[in-house]
């Protein structure tokens, strides 16, 4: 099926053979994303994903020569979790790339959810609104539609650029997400999506219906890359 017979509403898309062939266009994505910015203004401010194939694009930075000093790093969402713990996507992060490579430490921002989903909440938004407008958010889908922790059926404030998240449908139950208003401010939203388990919501999106993922997708300047399993061919 050509990339064109997916319309996917909001959004251009690219489709590729597998979760390497998506992890590798991601990283050469983000290299371009940066390089231009940091030409147009002397930083490029990247909003990061997490999951299985964001970390895969992120190893592929680690070597890139890049020039470092001007990224900026922020995170869509993080698990209210130990700072120690492996479900945390900055951790996640930091281990395949960030801790590799000389980015200035006050430039990485976490999210601070050890203060609580939402004493966390605030103190990012504050991060958040000076940062905006974003060069490149990065996103996945979870398999009910959901991006970032903005899940199916939850309501989304408006008025906040970050907000707490309770009782998720899957653990942890508390988390801090970006907001569909701060997520969409951004030059460009990238889209990662791959694997089987993804092909229901990749249906469901191309329906029409109201997923978390479509409303950013429409918002934003949005590109998918998706492989061949995710879109069901």
């Not at 231009?36 to 194939?53: D, Y």
């Not at 700072?83 to 601070?112: C, F, K, M, Y």
Request: with cysteine; glycine share 8%.
């Amino acid at each position: 099926m050509p990339a064109d017979e997916i319309l996917l509403p909001g959004a251009d898309t690219e489709l590729l053979a597998d979760k390497p062939a998506v992890a590798e266009a991601a990283a050469e994505h983000i290299r371009a994303a940066a390089t231009a910015a940091i030409e147009r203004q002397g930083r490029f401010k990247l909003c990061l994903a997490g999951g299985t194939t964001p970390t895969a694009a992120y190893e592929r930075l680690k070597d890139a020569d890049a020039s470092w000093r001007h990224w900026w790093i922020y995170h869509g969402d993080e698990r209210c979790v130990p700072p120690e713990s492996g479900e945390r996507n900055s951790l996640a992060a930091g281990e395949a790339w960030l801790d590799h490579v000389p980015v200035p430490r006050q430039q990485i921002h976490a999210i601070p959810v050890e203060l609580g989903a939402e004493f966390g909440a605030l103190g990012y938004e504050l991060i958040v609104r000076a940062a905006l407008p974003f060069d490149l958010v990065l996103l996945g889908i979870g398999e009910d539609g959901h991006t970032a922790s903005l899940f199916p059926g939850r309501e989304i404030p408006e008025d906040r650029l970050a907000m707490p998240v309770y009782d998720a449908p899957k653990p942890p139950p508390e988390r801090v997400s970006l907001t569909l208003r701060a997520l969409a401010n951004s030059q460009q939203v990238l889209i990662l999506v791959t694997g089987a388990g993804k092909a229901e919501a990749v249906r469901r999106w191309r329906q029409g219906v109201d997923l978390p993922i479509a409303q950013v997708a429409r918002a934003a300047r949005s590109r998918v890359l998706m492989d061949r399993a995710a879109a069901g061919v």
